[in-house]
């Protein structure tokens, strides 16, 4: 809002960055219809004393600085003035140009006499030219403080001036000695221009003073890393001066606080190697060195400036606080279960297709792409997940895995995004987080991905798509960082062909595609994973048993491990078991032939099966052949007193393809 204030009383209010102290109300008026024109915020006033007009311009002045006013215009007197008065401010003048005197020029060329030019400075070329070139006899007088004002409009009187052409001060002086005044006002042109100048001013001190912030937050922001960091830091200039050390630091090298500031390096630390670094310009990372009865970890980095070593920046960690803190960090993530266990050393096998599998798998470590996990129940594809993630630039961050068969379609949906407090009923208080966001800067494996619903399915479709979730009863969009792992038993192209399965999905997961491969197609792999098994289940009885167990695997070595490696695994653990406890007075002949001689249905007549069909002959078909599998499995569950694991294991099927049966045949317990 723009305002003349005509009192020093009036500037009890929040003023303009900008503010103009007009002399005489003329240019304030002059300069109010400007500023209103350029629709500019600048607060005009003018000083109410005609007595002692610089004074009071003065007293306004500081009154503005207090304020808040950032720079101050006015003409050339006043603004010197304040300049001499050295307030926190800048100023700008209102220059006098040519044409702020036409008018007074055009009435002094009728007058017969002297006409004395007063200025504040010297008087512009522009003006003496014009009065030469109209044989004006003009005199020009200059003045710096109020006395030199008085005085040079007596001595122009003294001259035999006629007429006097000046500012407010000399008006003031020339009325008081009767000499004749025009006070010039300043052009539109000239207010412009310093309007302009005046906010170009501001402009470059709101830059300024934002750079210099920008510093300060800067220098706070180093000074909070320095000092709250866990790392010792220590800086030194091309000489080996110490310039920085943390408390950290003081710390390690057994020193009071700031006593090493300006001390060599070497009488701080006795067997530096920081020197080395000035010399050879090569940074030195992870050496381990002793700092007075302190193992450290350093890195050393040298301060390179147009090519020349101005320092070194040294930091320090206690080896023993990385091991604490390292395993501190690895408990926390056991407890959660948020750890891959596994690595590609786990992956026991010599045969072509496993090595070919493990190689793929390693080289799908160094992406961040999706990858897509297939094969049959047992074969290993949570252990292919773990070991990409471990062998990958996320192994430091979370394995979150979940088994999407395993829960219905509503949990399903609130496990993997978590849900709000009161998104429904049962919700706990606080709400819940979900995998994903656990799963945040880590790998989310996504197990039998081919059993989620096609309404979760589509929600899952946008987290890989935007990389963000929304709790249940939430309408607030969490980023995430996440890598997908998916795998699954089933054969997504039929199910995206029977509408069951999104084709975007699809190709979305699946960026990257591995296959494991069946137990039964790795060869001489069955005897060597039989013989890892049977060593782990009998330990130092293995060597008394080695024999018969050779002559059992020798049986079944054309048996074809439909079950794959979690078959074999509890084959073996079961005949290690009953060699433990029975020895050779167990009838391991007659368990051999039962085991081999059970029958599995072939499907599309080759010599392999599908790994949800259990337990079923050829000759039962339709719904014949679906009430003959629900009676088989819930026979399997009541001679193994309703075990869930027992009866899978009596079925040769794993745990999960039990439930979705029992689901698919209402079986209840």
């Known amino acids: ?17 900008i503010s103009l102290i007009a002399p005489t109300i003329q240019l304030a008026q002059k300069t109010r219809n400007i500023i209103e024109q350029r629709n500019e915020e600048i607060d005009v006033f003018v000083p109410i004393s005609k007595e002692d007009t610089l004074n009071d311009a003065l007293r306004i002045a500081r009154n503005l600085v207090e304020q808040g006013a950032k720079v101050i215009i006015s003409r050339k007197g006043t603004a010197s003035a304040i300049i001499e008065s050295k307030l926190n401010v800048s100023v700008v003048a209102i220059n006098s140009i040519l ?58 009187l003294t001259d035999g001036a006629v007429l006097g052409i000046g500012g407010v001060m000399t008006q ?10 025009i006070t010039i006002e300043n052009s539109e042109v000239s207010i412009t221009s310093a309007i302009e100048t005046a906010k170009q001013i501001l402009q470059v001190q709101k830059e300024e003073s934002k750079k210099q912030n920008e510093l300060k937050v800067q220098l706070e922001r180093y000074k909070a890393v320095l000092n709250f960091t866990h790392d010792a830091i220590i800086a030194v200039d091309e000489k080996g001066k110490v310039d920085v050390i943390n408390p950290v630091a003081e710390q390690i090298v057994k ?48 301060i390179v400036v147009d090519d020349k070593v101005k320092g070194v920046v040294a930091t320090f960690q206690d080896v023993k606080v990385i091991q604490e803190n390292e395993n501190k960090i690895r408990r926390s993530l056991h407890e959660k279960g948020l750890v891959a266990r596994y690595h590609f050393r786990d992956i026991k096998g010599e045969s072509d297709e496993i090595k070919n599998a493990i190689s793929i798998a390693k080289s799908y470590a160094s992406s961040d792409s999706t990858i897509l996990i297939q094969g049959e129940t047992g074969t290993g594809k949570e252990l292919f997940a773990q070991s990409i993630h ?51 800067k880590g790998t989310i494996f996504l197990d039998e991905i081919g059993e ?13 798509q935007e990389k963000e979730i929304r709790k249940v009863g939430s309408v607030v969009k969490t980023p995430v960082d996440v890598r997908v792992i998916t795998a699954t038993n089933r054969n997504l192209i039929d199910e995206m062909k029977s509408k069951s399965f999104r084709e975007d999905l699809y190709y979305r997961i699946g960026v990257l595609n591995l296959t494991v491969p069946p137990l039964r197609e790795r060869g001489g792999d069955v005897m060597l994973l039989g013989r890892f098994f049977f060593d782990k289940y009998l330990g130092s009885d293995k ?25 074999l695994q509890n084959f073996v653990e079961r005949i ?20 081999i001689s059970k029958d599995y249905s072939i499907s599309n007549n080759e010599d392999s099966i599908e790994e949800d069909q259990v337990c079923i002959t050829t000759s039962v078909k339709g719904n014949d052949l679906n009430k003959w599998e629900a009676e088989k499995i819930t026979s399997a569950l009541k001679n193994n007193d309703l075990s869930i694991q027992k009866a899978a294991d009596a079925l040769g099927i794993s745990r999960t393809t039990l439930w979705r049966k029992m689901k698919q045949y209402n079986i209840k317990l």
């Not at 070329?125 to 003045?143: E, G, R």
Request: net charge neutral.
């Open 255 to 302: 020193t009071s606080p700031g006593y090493a500031v300006g001390k060599n390096i070497d009488e701080i630390i006795h067997n530096t190697s920081m020197f080395d670094t000035i010399s050879n310009k090569e940074k030195q990372l992870n050496q381990l060195m002793d700092i007075n009865g302190t193992l450290v970890s350093t890195n050393r980095i040298p």
């Open 390 to 440: 471990n062998s990958s630039s996320r192994k430091s961050g979370p394995f979150v895995a979940i088994n999407c068969a395993s829960l219905s379609s509503n949990l399903l949906e609130s496990e993997l995004f978590g849900y709000v407090e009161g998104a429904f009923t049962g919700a706990i208080k606080g709400g819940k987080i979900g995998l994903f966001e656990l799963a945040h």
């Open 1 to 17: 809002m723009i305002q003349i204030e005509q009192s020093i009383n009036m500037l009890n209010k929040r003023v303009t960055e």
């Open 543 to 567: 060597t008394k048993f080695l024999s018969m167990f050779e002559h059992i695997m020798k049986r079944v070595n054309s048996y074809k491990w439909y079950g794959n490696i979690r078959e």
């Open 172 to 181: 003031k002086y020339s009325e008081m000695y009767n000499l004749k005044h």
């Open 452 to 464: 989620i619903p096609i309404e979760i399915q589509a929600q899952l479709l946008r987290v890989l």
């Open 576 to 595: 290690s078991v009953l060699m433990k406890y029975h020895g050779n007075g167990y009838d391991f002949e007659q368990l051999v032939s039962s085991f």
């Open 99 to 156: 044409s702020d005197y036409i008018e007074s020029i055009e009435v002094a060329k009728y007058e017969n006499g002297i006409i004395a030019f007063f200025s504040y400075g010297e008087m512009t070329d522009d003006v003496k030219s014009l009065c030469s070139m109209l044989d004006i006899k003009a005199k020009y007088y200059t003045f710096k403080t109020d006395k030199d004002c008085e005085r040079i409009v007596r001595q122009s």
